[in-house]
């Protein structure tokens, strides 16, 4: 089991619940507009946010939104040593830094010092993209076994000036390669690992890369959190890390959605009207397992086995709940009835 990492009240690794985190795409400077999106994400259901803090600016912004935040917020930084003691007097939850270009031991271990006074872990963040040429031309590119190397190195340039508190992520664009690396990485340390398919791409791309490399890692016991990266919405990241979870019964609670592809007996605009559905009530807070199906040969069956489903005819739909028959709604406001229906049906649950 690997250790446990406070990142403000949330607790990593130690065989707590896999934590989902995103990262902002703010300016941090503009504290408003990061705090808005905070609390947009918190409402998705993100654990834990990052953001860049590039210069002074937004290392002095953190006081501000840390104070407000309703997740911990993760200070991200590259380089400058000051950056991460200033973000760290502001209130960050955690600092997330590349111990190799940090300036030097004397420089880590400062940032090492404030981060214990203070109780902060530190985040060795190495991606495939910074490890030493060396290393590289030693093992003939970039691979698990100098991937892994990397990552330790940087590890033990922060044990050395007494600091282990740690986390660590080790990312590659490859989710092959992310899979062989922290496989590795997990068998030789018992550091919190961060997981993640770095610079993934566009949503389409990005989910699937994440849900192969996240996925695979996590249904082998490895990843104490996750952050599925993608050229989009951090929003989406947040809904893509939970249905990882949820696909690996990893994460329970909230609405577990099920839809039928649709095929030649579909006589209802189901894919409009199911992805509709899905957006009113993705982010409702009851737990209920809610079916949409396209016709009534099998999705009377799938819509019974859900808390409340539908299954399409000829124009209309049959509503379904707890498994019993309830009434026809016409396709036309089966969305806007559907929804009413699965809120009534929430409150009913939570007062039971
Ligand atoms: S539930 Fe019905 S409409 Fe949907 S795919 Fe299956 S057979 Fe086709």
């Known amino acids: 089991m690997t250790k446990t990492v406070s990142v403000g009240p949330v607790l990593i690794g130690g065989g707590n619940p896999v934590r989902v985190q995103s990262m902002n795409n703010t300016k941090t400077g503009d504290v408003e507009a990061t705090l808005a999106q905070i609390y947009a994400l918190k409402e998705a259901g993100c654990d834990i946010t990052r953001v860049a803090v590039p210069d002074m600016e937004a290392a002095q912004a953190l006081k501000e939104i840390t104070k407000k935040s309703p997740l911990p917020v993760v200070a991200d930084i590259h380089f400058d040593y000051r950056l991460a003691i200033e973000s760290a007097k502001n209130g960050a939850a955690k600092i997330r830094i590349n111990p190799g270009n940090i300036g030097g031991p004397e420089k880590l271990k400062m940032v090492a010092d404030i981060c214990k006074e203070r109780g902060l872990p530190i985040r060795v963040g190495v991606n495939s993209g910074s490890i030493d040429r060396k290393l590289v031309e030693e093992y003939g590119g970039v691979c698990a076994e100098n991937m892994t190397k990397s990552a330790l190195d940087a590890v033990k340039l922060l044990e050395d000036v007494d600091f282990d ?98 095929c030649g007996r579909t006589e209802v605009p189901l894919i409009e009207l199911a992805s509709e559905i899905e957006r009113r009530i993705c982010n409702l807070p009851y737990d209920l397992k809610v079916a949409v199906m396209g016709c009534i040969v099998n999705g009377p069956g799938e819509a019974r086995e859900a808390d409340i489903g539908l299954a399409g005819g000829k124009g209309e739909f049959l509503l379904f709940k707890h498994g019993k028959t309830v009434r026809k709604l016409k396709a036309e406001s089966a969305v806007d009835e559907f929804v009413e229906e699965v809120k009534i049906l929430g409150e009913e649950s939570k007062s039971n």
């Open 165 to 262: 508190d740690i986390v660590i992520s080790i990312k590659s664009s490859s989710p092959r390669l992310t899979i062989e690396t922290y496989k590795e990485l997990a068998r030789r340390c018992d550091y919190p690992l961060h997981v993640g398919v770095t610079e993934a791409g566009t949503l389409r791309e990005g989910m699937i890369k994440s849900a192969v490399g996240i996925g695979s890692l996590l249904s082998q016991g490895i990843g104490d959190t996750i952050r599925v990266s993608l050229t989009g919405d951090p929003i989406d990241e947040v809904y893509a890390g939970i249905s990882i979870l949820k696909a690996l019964d990893l994460r329970s609670g909230g609405i577990t959605f099920v839809s039928c592809p649709t």
